[in-house]
């Protein structure tokens, strides 16, 4: 029937411009996208990878003048003339293994945040383990330390490697905490049973003295000569006191400066109770 064969070409129209339609509408956001990336700056479509912060300086000194028997002291000095910098201190160790040449580096268990504002500088002490057998060379001997100072994102903005010596165990080593800069030279001149081995003198100040009982077991001996001890925090104080307690040989020293090296000490450091001084005549008979 004509009637009906016209109303269905027009059907058939109809249908063909609705799906344009919908197609049109589906389309438009999409279009819309493409024309915006278009329009973006092409630097600020690719990733821009994080630049290491100019300005930013790090020292670092392992070890008591690079010595050590067992934990290490680790001195790091942080500059910066730069922006604002947040981050974190991380240090490793590398140790050697089989075959000769390859080294290991252990997964970072030691780690400091930092803050460093523009124009300041940072001292921060860390203290890591490391194992020495009973001849005195490491168990992975040579044991280094990997320092890192990472940013926010972990990435490594400054790197330095250290390499600290150990102390055989048969030498006597001497922590001496003194206000005075010389008249130690003999203490190192004294000769032990064992000719093989010697006695090492570690100057210690308010800085560099540990505030770690566990560290302080580096030394066999820490004598207190002529030293303004009050300089010393509560915390350095209670680790001498519980390295005497487990058998560590504090020598005291008096003489005319007793006061500033006494004082400040808790009583249980104290050999004897001083309450007072009196001169005596040359030639008195003691």
């Known amino acids: 029937m004509p009637g009906t064969g016209m109303n269905y070409y027009e059907m058939m129209r109809r249908q063909v411009r ?27 479509q690719a990733y821009t990878a994080p630049q290491a912060a100019s300005g930013l300086t790090m020292q670092v000194n392992a070890g008591f003048h690079t010595r050590y028997r067992g934990w290490v002291p680790v001195y790091i000095t942080l500059g910066n003339t730069g922006t604002d910098f947040i981050g974190t201190l991380s240090i490793s160790i590398s140790r050697p ?24 500088q940072q001292q ?3 203290y ?48 001496i905490l003194s206000d005075q800069q010389s008249g ?7 000769s032990l049973p064992d000719q093989d081995n010697s006695v090492i003198v570690e100057p210690l100040d308010a800085q560099t003295m540990p ?9 066999d001996i820490i004598v207190l000569d002529d030293f303004t001890t009050d300089r010393l925090s509560l915390d350095q104080l209670r680790a ?13 020293v008096g003489g005319a400066p007793w006061q500033r090296t006494l004082s400040a000490l808790p009583p249980g450091l104290l050999p004897v109770v001083v309450n007072g001084t009196s001169t005596l005549q040359a030639g008195t008979h003691l």
């Open 18 to 44: 609705d799906a344009r339609g919908w197609w049109a509408i589906r389309a438009a956001p999409v279009l819309i996208l493409l024309v915006a990336l278009l329009l973006i700056p092409a630097s600020a």
């Open 97 to 120: 293994v089989p075959p000769p040449g390859r080294r290991v580096i252990s997964p970072s268990g030691y780690q400091e945040p930092i803050n460093l504002p523009k124009g300041a």
């Open 124 to 126: 921060a002490t860390m």
């Open 128 to 175: 890591i383990p490391l194992l020495i057998n009973s001849i005195g060379l490491s168990l992975f001997d040579p044991q280094s330390l990997v320092i890192n100072l990472l940013d926010r994102r972990g990435n490594v903005i400054r790197t330095q490697t250290n390499t600290p010596i150990p102390v055989d165990p048969a030498d006597v080593f001497v922590g």
């Open 184 to 190: 130690f030279g003999p203490l190192s001149a004294v």
């Open 211 to 219: 505030d770690m009982t566990t560290v302080l077991e580096n030394f």
């Open 240 to 252: 001498l006191q519980v390295w005497v307690n487990r058998g560590g040989r504090l020598i005291v």
